[in-house]
């Protein structure tokens, strides 16, 4: 069944209720947990052309344990500067200026930053900053990890109608005001208080983050995990904290995605 048919047709669109409620999300991803999805990975693995050879997928069982698969040591390095900004997770990049709480303008849809948070207090601080978007498809690596060091706030999380983050989906619904996602700030002495979001989508119910409380961060160290689907990871830049890598400007303003991976630098601190 195609994202096409889902959202551009009035049969599609009346699936598209059930289909986006939790609960199908959880249905899906029990059997994903079990021993009987273990021959998709195969197929899987072809059809979005992984080279396994990066991952350790030694006692790997189901199907939600290759998709959540870790790396092999030493791939992925983070740069070691303290001043360099690297990509908390593989995916495709778009950067978008904050002004006045509009965060990025997506087809028909524009965003703001305080419904994203649910919280206009917290969107004022980053007014005038900077919006990361890398948006992970299934082929990309679905563990991330953390794009700063600091403290931490306790997680905060906000339910909501998991919903595809392909761009077909954006043209009828405000996604990331539907999905599923959290967040939480890291207070780090270079970029400020960076706000990192994770964003669930169809069939991703789960965003499987490691520490929930408060607590002392290293940039690098895994933050969590997506189990099966394409998500979304948001990054919130407080204003005059960072200069974006000029390739990912440019793409950017030309509304193109730059495709990046974890530990990648993508701008320095000002």
């Known amino acids: ?15 598209l209720k059930p289909l986006t409620h939790p609960a199908v999300s959880k249905i899906a991803g029990a059997f994903l947990d079990t021993k009987l999805s273990k021959p998709v990975i ?19 069982e189901t199907f939600n344990q290759f998709f959540r698969r870790p790396l092999t040591c030493g791939m992925r390095p983070f740069d070691t500067g303290e001043n360099v900004l ?27 930053v305080s419904s994203l948070l649910k919280s206009r207090h917290v969107a004022e601080a980053y007014n005038g900053g900077l919006c990361l978007v890398f948006r992970l498809c299934v082929n990309h690596y679905h563990r991330y990890a953390y794009a700063v060091s600091g403290e931490k706030t306790c997680n905060r999380h906000i339910d909501g109608v998991l919903h ?50 408060s607590g002392t961060v290293t940039r690098g160290t895994e933050k969590g995990f997506f189990e099966y689907g394409g998500s979304t990871i948001i990054l919130l830049i407080e204003p005059d904290r960072l200069e974006l890598d000029n390739k990912i400007t440019e793409a950017s303003l030309s509304g193109k995605e730059t495709p990046v991976i974890m530990g990648q630098p993508v701008g320095r601190a000002l």
């Open 164 to 213: 595809t983050v392909r761009p077909v989906a954006l043209e009828v619904t405000p996604v990331f005001n539907e999905n599923s996602r959290e967040y939480t700030v890291i207070k780090n002495r270079e970029f400020g208080r960076v706000l990192q979001m994770e964003v669930g989508a169809m069939l991703v119910g789960r965003i499987k983050n490691h520490l929930m409380t």
């Open 1 to 15: 069944m195609s994202k096409n048919f889902l959202y551009n047709t009035i049969p599609g669109r009346l699936l």
């Open 42 to 60: 195969p197929y899987f693995v072809k059809k979005c052309g992984i080279d396994v050879s990066e991952y350790d997928t030694d006692g790997i």
């Open 86 to 112: 690297c990509a908390p997770c593989d995916g495709l990049l778009t950067a978008y200026k904050i002004e006045d709480d509009l965060v990025f303008p997506v087809k028909q849809s524009i965003y703001s």
